[in-house]
């Protein structure tokens, strides 16, 4: 399952409670057939019953019925944790447990799977991206930040990352101004992307 999902913003100073969506991580956004990863939810901005993270209808099939079990998930783990423990530098199994952790709300087991991942690929975006979301998750936005510009410097054309990066200045930081540059950018680069719709439903209610 693909992770990068938009982050939610909530009311705050920045007004784009029921308008801004959510932060997609990067895998998470394709499956939802978009283009760019990483995800938050806003507080109380989630459908009832929606894990948190997670945007309505992605991995979602009718009557909202996920498509991977817990206990799916739980049993991919587990090989996931064995397969590293004897081959510690595949980098695919490192992202792959960090995306199960992701799925299972374990940030920080996922933050720490995320970083053994970069210590053997550093300037993958989409894996950056999805470790900012989780940072995010866990109140630590200067960390989710610095991902997110990093995501955004390495890959210019990272849309989720730079949607992402508004979310958390405008929501968390409070800080519209820079949550508005970051929003504006995604608009210029890829402006008939689903974040660009976000980004302009955004950048309206600030305004307002």
């Known amino acids: 399952m693909n992770r990068n999902t938009l982050l939610g913003i909530g009311a705050a100073a920045v007004v784009v409670a029921a308008l801004a969506g959510y932060i997609v991580g990067y895998r998470r956004g394709l499956d939802a057939g978009q283009t760019a990863p ?3 939810a806003a507080p109380g901005g989630l459908p009832q019953g929606m894990p ?4 309505p209808g ?3 099939p009718p ?3 996920p ?3 817990t206990a799916d998930l739980v049993q991919r783990i587990d090989v996931g944790k064995r397969l590293v ?3 510690p530098k595949n980098r695919n199994a490192w992202v792959q447990l960090g995306n199960d952790y992701f799925d299972t709300h374990q940030r920080e087991k996922a933050i720490e799977a995320y970083g053994k991942a970069l210590e053997l690929q550093p300037n993958d975006p989409n894996v950056i991206t999805d470790q ?5 998750e866990l109140g630590d936005f200067d960390h989710a930040i610095a991902n997110f510009e990093r995501a955004a410097k390495l890959d210019p054309g990272h849309v989720q990352s ?3 990066l508004g979310v958390v200045w405008g929501v968390d930081k409070k800080d519209p101004a820079k949550a508005a540059a970051a929003w504006k950018k995604v608009i210029e680069i890829a402006p008939q992307s689903p974040q660009a719709e976000q980004a302009r439903q955004s950048l309206s209610s600030i305004g307002k």
Do not use: I, K
Not at 52 to 55: A, I, K, Q, T
Not at 132 to 136: A, I, P, Q
């Open 38 to 40: 990483g995800a938050f």
């Open 52 to 55: 948190p993270g997670m945007p």
């Open 58 to 60: 992605v991995g979602m």
């Open 63 to 65: 009557g909202g019925v």
């Open 67 to 69: 498509v991977e079990s």
């Open 85 to 87: 423990a004897t081959d």
């Open 132 to 136: 900012g979301v989780m940072y995010r």
């Open 162 to 164: 730079l949607y992402n």
